[in-house]
């Protein structure tokens, strides 16, 4: 199975900052990665497809990059709705597989 | 507006049983794959299984080791994971997603999630 390791695992930030998350994965995949936003007791939303697709309904505020191993999620101005946890997941190659998370707190 | 309902989650003991259901709503059900991602109290997100558009074909996690299940029935909307052998370490938050256009494996859609407890 491909692992996918994110990092930092947690994050603090203050509001307007901009941050970056990273995601590397075991062996390529392409640019088969997906980025969630994940509140408490909520379901996963999805962000980002194909590694830099937007899903539809997510503001421009995220970004994602890159391809094969190592990918990032950027978060532009910070605001209080942002503070959440973050998993990306590969579907690439079967099983698919999602990072550790990281989460993402008010500083 | 894409819509899935969980139902079914529950406090069982273990060795126990349960089947879950998600009911799906505004998207042709029958062209999609479906899968369930499960997440333990506290911890990441965890793929379970997947279904193809017809139910002709299925996919499981290792863990499952023939213990659940996954079935649809395209008539009602409905996909379903019957969980059996069922251990403390199944305890967690069952989410039904449905498979996008772009991959299988990239959920687009997720519902609000099922709770099943394992406990004696």
């Given at each position: ?10 994050l603090s930030a203050?509001i ?23 509140k ?38 910070l605001q209080p709705e942002d503070f959440a946890t ?17 989460r993402l707190e008010i500083? | ?120």
């Open positions: 199975d491909i692992q996918m390791t994110q990092s930092p695992s947690s203050s307007e900052d901009r941050v970056t998350i990273t995601c590397r994965a075991s062996q390529g995949i392409s640019n088969s990665l997906a980025w969630f936003q994940q408490p007791g909520k379901a996963p939303k999805p962000l980002i497809y194909g590694a830099s697709s937007l899903q539809s309904g997510v503001p421009s505020k995220f970004s994602g990059s890159g391809s094969g191993t190592d990918f990032t999620l950027t978060i532009s101005s973050y998993y990306c997941q590969q579907y690439n190659n079967y099983p698919p597989t999602f990072g550790q998370g990281t500083k | 507006e894409v819509q899935l309902l969980e139902s079914g989650g529950d406090l069982v003991q273990p060795g126990g049983s349960l089947r879950l259901s998600c009911g799906a709503s505004g998207f042709t059900f029958s062209t999609y794959d479906m899968g369930w991602v499960r997440q333990a109290p506290g911890k990441g997100l965890e793929w379970v299984s997947s279904i193809s558009p017809s139910g002709a074909d299925t996919y499981y996690a290792d863990f499952v080791q023939g213990r659940f299940t996954i079935s649809r029935d395209n008539s009602k909307n409905t996909v379903y994971l019957q969980t059996n052998s069922l251990r403390a370490e199944d305890t967690a938050a069952y989410y039904c997603a449905r498979g996008s256009p772009v991959a299988t494996y990239y959920f687009d859609y997720w519902g609000q999630g099922a709770l099943v407890t394992v406990s004696s």
